[in-house]
């Protein structure tokens, strides 16, 4: 009996130690299991124009211009498709529904996970029909195409009608706006 107990003990473990189990597979770097892991690529890109051929990004959706920035220099960081450039000296054109608004000031902010175009330190602009604002800042939602002004702003229509206020929302023609 102790015979039968050995000699099926040792039939037992040669049988294991002939049938290895296979080396577990490491995923491959584009399998789902290895990107969910894999840690993005943090880009720090930085560029400056020169004084006849500025830093220029066209923004493009659907084949038609959402907006067009000229700027002397910039400095994007973050990860690819989410960054967050800085822009100095900027001029923005914003182009909807066949209206537009042209807009300098010292600092635009592309942020690209927010969905926004952001204008700081004093801005100045003017729609594609005459009017005029000006706002501490300025901040145009790509999503609504709407914008959004804050400190010190002034609007005047080319007939010479001025609206002061805090703050502002509207579309890019200045037509339906709501002033605080």
């Not at 989410?82 to 001029?91: E, I, K, L, P």
């Amino acid at each position: 009996m102790m015979r039968r107990l050995l000699a099926l003990a040792a039939l037992g473990i040669a049988a294991a130690g002939c049938n290895p189990q296979p080396p577990k597979a490491t995923p491959s770097p584009s399998s789902p299991a290895a990107r969910a892991t894999a840690t993005p690529l943090i880009l720090d890109i930085r560029g400056h124009g020169m004084p006849n051929h500025p830093v220029h990004l066209i923004q493009e959706v659907h084949n038609r211009v959402d907006y067009d920035l000229l700027a002397s220099s910039y400095e994007s960081r973050g990860p690819q498709g989410a960054s967050r450039a800085v822009f100095q000296d900027a001029r923005v054109t914003f182009h909807r529904n066949g209206s537009s608004i042209a807009a300098t000031a010292p600092q635009a902010v592309v942020d690209q996970f927010a969905n926004t175009v952001t204008l700081l330190g004093g801005v100045h602009a003017r729609t594609s029909s005459g009017m005029t604002l000006e706002c501490s800042q300025l901040v145009y939602v790509r999503a609504t195409g709407m914008l959004h002004g804050d400190g010190n702003v002034v609007v005047t229509d080319p007939k010479g009608f001025r609206a002061t206020g805090s703050s502002f929302d509207s579309d890019i023609s200045l037509t339906h706006m709501r002033m605080q």
